[in-house]
């Protein structure tokens, strides 16, 4: 990181104000003068302004950060406010981006802020890298997670990682110099549908919180050249037994972008490498779907239809359609349950377990078998608007 | 006896223990214990081939197995096993 740390252009003085606001910093050894000078000559490219990126945009602004930029294309919804600190209840509905500006340029308006209302893909990351120093991964998806990862080894950015599930959290620094990669660690996604999202399988609100301050701090240390990076280890947070433990992380040297024989030299098609194919669709019982308004003239008409609830029985006590609940897990135990004569459709939050349950009915050698599609969160949005959303 | 330490995603298949003890004098046997006491975890964690998923990573102690002698690696009493797929979210 020695280039980094060597970086002062003549335009990074602090003025009087500056002086005053970052006076904590400029007492302590470590920061001083020199350390938040640095700070205002970097430049941190975040991707994305949601759970990890909220507190991550938020103190990389309070420190003195000179130029963030941030990439987000998405709009604030109810359910982003249990963690995404960064937006409030009135900015529901508007653009993300737009929201974090407000409360940026209010904590420190000697930001230079740069917003980039763009997904991400492999035609624009490296133009974007290139502008950057440092990039942090605020992302929520395996394609993504890649394309950061291969675009940060290409432009010869270290890359910022961080990502959440439920209780529990990894950070670390990747595509330093001398330090793996994302790809180092994990060479393979895993297959669509086998690990849940946080849409599917839950976060817990201050999960982002612990892990985007993570991440913030790690920035912070490249760009002051302080300390020792996260750069050849994985931090694990396991925030129900507050155990934080790390692993050592190695150079891959079969790495196939930053090994000694790179067989990745230019961005690839990431959906395709992750194998998702068209928007969050099921790849498993493609032909046996039932829309919610079939499923409604169905009930109305009183035909012999069973409704199987694959979903877990918390979710069941926020909502449900009177339907039979075995949770998805369970099902190959308690598949003896079920009446194969009979007309089966069956649901859970967003159709994606829904999926893999008639899935594996189908192969049990059940045919009257049928996947609500869009889960009970279609039903809310088109049949039942009273129904709570989640 | 070796500790094998299982993440959240996958409690829900291991009678949602956060960590199963299990007798074994290497990693590959400690681990063909853990799925015969928990068949469900089977498919999670090794492909229809018999072999690990590309995608689950085994640490013994802090070391990946990959760099020590893969799931022929020997352990010692007291040795902690730890299983990390990869997880995505951020929003």
Not at chain 1, 240 to 251: D, S, T
Not at chain 2, 70 to 80: P, Q, S, V
């Amino acid at each position: 990181m020695a280039t980094l740390s060597d970086v002062k252009p003549p335009e990074a003085v602090l003025s009087n104000d500056e002086i005053l606001r970052y006076s904590r910093h400029l007492i302590m050894p470590e920061v001083g003068m020199e350390g938040q000078q640095k700070l205002k000559a970097a430049k941190v490219l975040c991707i994305g302004a949601g759970g990890l990126g909220s507190p991550l945009a938020l103190y990389l602004t309070a420190a003195g950060v000179g130029t963030l930029g941030i990439v987000d294309f998405d709009v604030v919804d109810y359910t982003n406010l249990q963690r995404q600190i960064i937006h409030t209840t009135a900015d529901v509905g508007r653009k993300k981006l737009d929201s974090a500006a407000d409360k940026l340029t209010a904590i420190n308006p000697f930001l230079n802020l740069r917003t980039f209302d763009t997904k991400l893909t492999s035609a624009n990351a490296l133009e974007l890298f290139r502008e950057f120093d440092i990039v942090a991964d605020g992302t929520d998806n395996f394609p993504t997670r890649y394309l950061v990862n291969d675009a940060c080894v290409l432009t010869g950015k270290p890359n910022v990682y961080g990502s959440i599930f439920r209780f529990e959290g990894q950070a670390s620094v990747f595509a330093t110099e001398e330090g793996p990669c994302y790809r180092c660690l994990y060479p393979e996604p895993p297959p669509p549908g086998l690990v849940p999202s946080c849409a599917e399988g839950g976060v817990l609100g201050i999960l982002p919180g612990l892990i985007g301050v993570i991440q913030a701090t790690e920035t912070i240390k490249l760009i002051l050249g302080q300390g020792d990076s996260l750069a050849g280890r994985l931090l694990l947070v396991d925030a129900l037994g507050m155990k934080f433990r790390e692993l050592k992380l190695r150079k891959n040297p079969d790495c196939p972008v930053c090994g000694t024989h790179r067989t990745i030299t230019a961005l690839i098609d990431y959906d395709q490498f992750c194998g998702i194919r068209g928007q969050e669709e099921p790849v498993f019982g493609g032909l046996s779907l039932m829309s919610v308004e079939e499923l409604k003239k169905k009930l109305d008409a009183k035909a012999d239809i069973f409704i199987l609830d694959v979903r877990e029985p918390h979710e069941y006590q926020i909502c449900h359609l009177n339907g039979y609940l075995i949770p998805l897990g369970d099902l190959p135990k308690r598949i003896s349950e079920l009446d194969s004569s009979r007309e089966i459709v069956a649901h859970c939050k967003m159709g994606g377990r829904s999926a893999k349950a008639v899935a594996f009915l189908k192969q049990a050698g059940f045919t009257k078998v049928y996947n609500l599609t869009g889960g009970i969160n279609a039903w809310a949005d088109r049949i039942d608007t009273k129904m709570p959303k989640y | 006896m070796p500790q094998i330490q299982i993440p959240s995603p996958l409690r829900q298949y291991s009678g949602k223990q956060a960590s199963v003890d299990v007798p074994g004098n290497t990693v590959g046997e400690a681990l063909a214990g853990l799925v015969s006491r928990h068949p469900d975890l089977k498919r999670h964690l090794y492909a229809d081939d018999g072999k690990l998923r590309a995608f689950v990573n085994v640490y013994v102690n802090d070391e990946d197995m990959r760099y020590l002698q893969k799931e022929a690696t020997e352990l010692k009493d007291g040795d902690t096993i730890s299983i990390v797929p990869s997880i995505a979210g951020g929003r």
